[in-house]
């Protein structure tokens, strides 16, 4: 089900995106609206406004995008500062934002959603779950008492458990698993982080860390230890 930034969704609505990522949001999101919104094509400041996307709807610049009437805009831009700066962007020429809640029998009407956030059909959401802002849900599950702050981008099959907290701007990979925290001891993700895909989280991540591995470590502490490594295998040589 879509939502607006403000109260009454627009006539039509446009992808802020035009690679892949924005034509599976775009396919998820026509199924969400159920056709009461009508889908117009794709913006994008970098690519060639001419061309037309791979499933043939027009690609607009921001400019185009500003000009049209009743036309509200989600994003599909899978990183968290972009994203941040678009929805601004947007905000100031005032054109609605769009959010998505996902699919009615997955994601709990309880959960929170912050403007713009957007949850795919396939993501399952738990009746505590809190997420801000301009957020991209691509989650397998989102599970009981998780707070995720602003745009947060939740890749592809990845779950967040139970008693999570996730700061702003951070960026989980496909498939990642962060595991449960308790009541009084939540496992916290701080803000700017980024978790690997495949990466599996135990533990609390500092704002900023890059977190990789099946044991998720530090991206410097891999490299220290595939050093060490390689340089035990020239000594034994």
């Not at 698993?177 to 978790?195: L, S």
Request: charged share 25%.
């Amino acid at each position: 089900m879509l939502f607006a930034s403000r109260a009454d969704l627009p006539a039509r609505m446009a992808c802020y995106g035009a690679s892949g990522t924005g034509a599976q949001v775009t396919l998820d999101l026509r199924h969400q609206s159920r056709g009461s919104v009508e889908f117009v094509g794709y913006v994008d400041d970098v690519q060639d406004p001419r061309r037309r996307a791979e499933d043939d709807y027009p690609v607009m610049d921001f400019e185009e995008l500003c000009r049209l009437e009743d036309t509200g805009v989600f994003l599909s831009i899978l990183n968290p500062s972009v994203r941040r700066t678009l929805h601004d962007k947007l905000r100031d020429r005032g054109v609605p934002i769009l959010g998505a809640r996902g699919a009615d029998h997955l994601a709990h009407p309880a959960a929170q959603l912050g403007e713009g956030t957007v949850v795919v059909s396939t993501t399952r959401l738990g009746h505590t779950t809190r997420i801000g802002r301009g957020g991209l849900v691509w989650a397998q599950v989102v599970a009981h008492d998780v707070e995720i702050g602003d745009f947060v981008s939740l890749g592809a099959g990845s779950i967040v458990l139970g008693h999570v907290q996730i700061g702003d701007d951070v960026s989980v990979g496909a498939g990642a698993i962060i595991h449960n925290g308790t009541i009084e001891r939540p496992i916290t993700i701080g803000d700017g982080a980024v978790i690997g895909p495949g990466a599996v989280v135990t533990h609390d991540v500092a704002p900023g860390e890059v977190m990789v591995g099946p044991r998720a470590m530090p991206l410097s502490r891999w490299r220290d230890l595939l050093g060490g490594r390689r340089e035990s295998g020239r000594h034994q040589r």
